[in-house]
Every structure is written in C-alpha cells, then in structure tokens.
C-alpha cells in the first residue's frame, strides 16, 4: 500500500505545473549565472598584486616618514611595512615571470605572519583602510599551505573557476532557497484537502502519508539541484577543463580556516541544501495543517526565517533564534556567520546538527498535533452518539 500511494503521489508531483517551471528556474540558475560571470572582467593573482603593491606606495608616500621617525611601536611597524612591500614586489616579479611556484608560496606564507604581528603591534599610525582584516589574512594562509602541501602549480588566471560555484550558492543560500522550497511545497496537504474522495483510497497512516510527501518533494528538489550544478559543470569545464574541480577553496571549521577542493565544497553544499530542504518540507506540512492555505504557508513561513535577520538589523541577538540563520549555508562555509552572531562554533557540522535537531522537532510536533486532533473527533464522535 505504502508504495502504491508513493507512486500516486510522485504522478501528483509530476503533473504540477508549477513545481516543474520552480524546477527550470532552479536548472537554469547556475549555468545562466556562470554565463553571465563569464563574461564580466574577473580579477585574478596579477590584478591582487599590484593593488596591494599600489596601496603600499600609497601608505608610504603619505605616512612613511611618520611612521620612521616616530616611537618604537611606530619604528617597529614602519620595518614590518617595508619587509611586507618587498614581499609583495616579488610575488609580483614572480607571477610576470609566469613562475608562480614554490617562492611565490613561500613569499606568501611569510607575508602573512607579517600581517598577523602588525595585528598583534595594533597597526600603529596606520590608518585604517590600508589594514589587511585577520579572517583575510587567515583564509589566505589555508589556501598557501594547501597548496604548498598538494604541490600545486599557480599561474597568474588560476583559481578563477572557484568564485562561480561559491558566489551563485551564495545568491540562492538563505532565504532565496528558502522560498524557493516553501513554494513548491505549498499545497503539500492543502491539495490532499481539496481532494479527499480520492485520497481516501489509500488507508495510511498520518506519519506515513507525510513521510512519503516530504521524501517526494525532496527528490523532486534535490534533482533539480543536480541537475543545475551538472549544466553549470558543462560550461565551467567548456572554459576551464574539468580539473577545476580539484581547485582549492577555504571554508570555515572548527573555529578556524581550512581550505577544500572545490568538489568537496560542492558536497558540503548539497549536503546543507538536503537538510535545509527537509526541514522547510516539514515546517511547510505543519503550516498546511494550521492555516490550510497555500499563500498562508509562504508568507508564515518565510517571516519565521526573516525574524532572525530582522533583529540582528534592531541590533537583537537572542541564540535561540540562531539555528534559524543555519539556513544561509554559504555564510556558514564561509564562516560570516560565526562572526555575525559572535559564536566560534557555526561551521558546517555544527549547523547540520541544529538542522537536524529542528526537523526532529518538527516531526514530533506533527506526531503530537496528529495524536490531539484524533483524540478530539473521537471524544466529539462518542459524544454525538
């Protein structure tokens, strides 16, 4: 029984016109906006180096005798500066000279214990703007040793297939998705109500009927998520050959930077859009049940998902409403959000763990709203008799 109502429920699916257009939507996302990346001017390891050589000069002419001439903090800070410009000229050297091997690494790796002392010296008589913030200078030592550790080799263009993937996940991270999923989920029991006298046909229980709707929904939108990043894949590989995929990319995790290859990152990514897409499936079925309309569950639940953004805005931070944010996979990987809302611990495994803990709850609270309705209709149907 419960695989013939499987097969009913996915002819539903199959027929709902509005599922397949969210569905294109979502197919044609990743190789439209790669597309349209390529084709904006992109800046790579040439174009990095000479803006900070160009910034050095900038900080020199203008502070440098200040900076000589003053204290021993100012002393001290004013030799880092100069051993950091010299540094940089010679990655620069390097990258013309389409050497950009083990030195460059190497220059890189000292640049940055360089930033990361003048950070401990309070970048004395610098001002602001020229300061390189921490998680930068973090995030750039992950990849240098990742790649000083795998041996790869750079060229001036390299790496530049990385901010495809990462930035169109980061445009449908959060709430985008988040609509995406209460939209094709929204008549998940209103259609059943509308349609009992065929529904009936299939004696099954409460968890069962909706276990089989959330499995449903979530191979139909998993599917279309592949299916995006595998046309997004052609016309990256088209440009870039397929070893892009082995490229390095840094997330956050465990309260520090760590750099993946780009595969990775993308299973990271489906493996937060499953679990996300599980829980808005849940939330969706229990709005249905509430409000019995399909507009009602869009609007509820994206304003549940929009509050803790909202008081984060008024300058409210409660950590109750935290796991709500998890949604924003993107900003997790990046660690953005473990600095947003001030908690170390928001890498990737933390949130998957809340995540799961909110469609947990969900469930039980569908399995306790389920067991009070029944109780009510059979008091009021023993009353009646």
């Given at each position: 029984?419960?695989?013939?109502?499987?097969?009913?429920?996915?002819?539903?699916?199959?027929?709902?016109?509005?599922?397949?257009?969210?569905?294109?939507?979502?197919?044609?996302?990743?190789?439209?906006?790669?597309?349209?990346?390529?084709?904006?001017?992109?800046?790579?390891?040439?174009?990095?180096?000479?803006?900070?050589?160009?910034?050095?000069?900038?900080?020199?002419?203008?502070?440098?005798?200040?900076?000589?001439?003053?204290?021993?903090?100012?002393?001290?800070?004013?030799?880092?500066?100069?051993?950091?410009?010299?540094?940089?000229?010679?990655?620069?050297?390097?990258?013309?000279?389409?050497?950009?091997?083990?030195?460059?690494?190497?220059?890189?790796?000292?640049?940055?214990?360089?930033?990361?002392?003048?950070?401990?010296?309070?970048?004395?008589?610098?001002?602001?703007?020229?300061?390189?913030?921490?998680?930068?200078?973090?995030?750039?030592?992950?990849?240098?040793?990742?790649?000083?550790?795998?041996?790869?080799?750079?060229?001036?263009?390299?790496?530049?297939?990385?901010?495809h993937y990462a930035s169109a996940l980061a445009l449908l991270s959060g709430l985008p998705f988040i609509f995406f999923v209460l939209i094709s989920s929204s008549e998940i029991i209103v259609y059943?109500?509308?349609?009992?006298?065929?529904?009936?046909?299939?004696?099954?229980?409460?968890?069962?009927?909706?276990?089989?709707?959330?499995?449903?929904?979530?191979?139909?939108?998993?599917?279309?998520?592949?299916?995006?990043?595998?046309?997004?894949?052609?016309?990256?590989?088209?440009?870039?050959?397929?070893?892009?995929?082995?490229?390095?990319?840094?997330?956050?995790?465990?309260?520090?930077?760590?750099?993946?290859?780009?595969?990775?990152?993308?299973?990271?990514?489906?493996?937060?859009?499953?679990?996300?897409?599980?829980?808005?499936?849940?939330?969706?079925?229990?709005?249905?049940?509430?409000?019995?309309?399909?507009?009602?569950?869009?609007?509820?639940?994206?304003?549940?998902?929009?509050?803790?953004?909202?008081?984060?805005?008024?300058?409210?931070?409660?950590?109750?409403?935290?796991?709500?944010?998890?949604?924003?996979?993107?900003?997790?990987?990046?660690?953005?959000?473990?600095?947003?809302?001030?908690?170390?611990?928001?890498?990737?495994?933390?949130?998957?763990?809340?995540?799961?803990?909110?469609?947990?709850?969900l469930i039980i609270v569908l399995f306790a709203k389920n067991k009070i309705s029944y109780r009510q209709t059979q008091r009021t149907l023993s009353r009646s008799v």
């Amino acid at each position: 029984m419960l695989w013939r109502y499987f097969l009913f429920e996915s002819k539903i699916i199959l027929k709902n016109r509005k599922n397949w257009f969210l569905g294109i939507v979502i197919m044609l996302f990743f190789p439209l906006f790669i597309v349209y990346t390529n084709q904006t001017p992109a800046e790579n390891l040439r174009d990095l180096k000479g803006a900070e050589a160009n910034s050095n000069s900038i900080l020199f002419k203008s502070y440098g005798d200040d900076l000589q001439e003053g204290d021993a903090e100012k002393q001290a800070m004013y030799e880092i500066l100069t051993r950091q410009s010299t540094l940089v000229n010679f990655q620069r050297f390097y990258i013309m000279e389409g050497e950009v091997t083990e030195d460059y690494v190497a220059n890189g790796l000292e640049l940055n214990e360089l930033r990361l002392k003048a950070h401990e010296l309070g970048y004395p008589g610098v001002p602001q703007h020229f300061i390189v913030p921490k998680e930068e200078i973090l995030k750039e030592d992950a990849l240098l040793r990742f790649i000083q550790k795998e041996k790869l080799e750079l060229d001036s263009n390299k790496f530049l297939a990385e901010p495809h993937y990462a930035s169109a996940l980061a445009l449908l991270s959060g709430l985008p998705f988040i609509f995406f999923v209460l939209i094709s989920s929204s008549e998940i029991i209103v259609y059943e109500q509308r349609h009992q006298t065929v529904m009936s046909g299939f004696p099954i229980s409460f968890m069962n009927k909706i276990n089989i709707k959330v499995l449903i929904h979530f191979i139909q939108t998993m599917v279309f998520l592949i299916a995006g990043l595998l046309f997004g894949h052609y016309f990256l590989s088209k440009e870039f050959g397929t070893g892009y995929l082995t490229d390095p990319i840094v997330i956050y995790r465990n309260g520090g930077y760590e750099a993946v290859i780009i595969f990775d990152y993308l299973l990271y990514a489906l493996a937060a859009l499953a679990a996300i897409t599980l829980v808005v499936l849940y939330l969706s079925i229990l709005l249905n049940i509430l409000f019995k309309n399909a507009f009602a569950n869009v609007l509820v639940g994206f304003s549940l998902f929009l509050v803790p953004n909202l008081l984060l805005v008024w300058g409210v931070n409660f950590s109750v409403f935290h796991p709500l944010k998890y949604i924003d996979f993107s900003s997790v990987l990046s660690g953005a959000l473990a600095k947003q809302l001030e908690n170390a611990q928001i890498d990737f495994w933390y949130s998957i763990l809340w995540l799961v803990v909110l469609c947990a709850l969900l469930i039980i609270v569908l399995f306790a709203k389920n067991k009070i309705s029944y109780r009510q209709t059979q008091r009021t149907l023993s009353r009646s008799v």
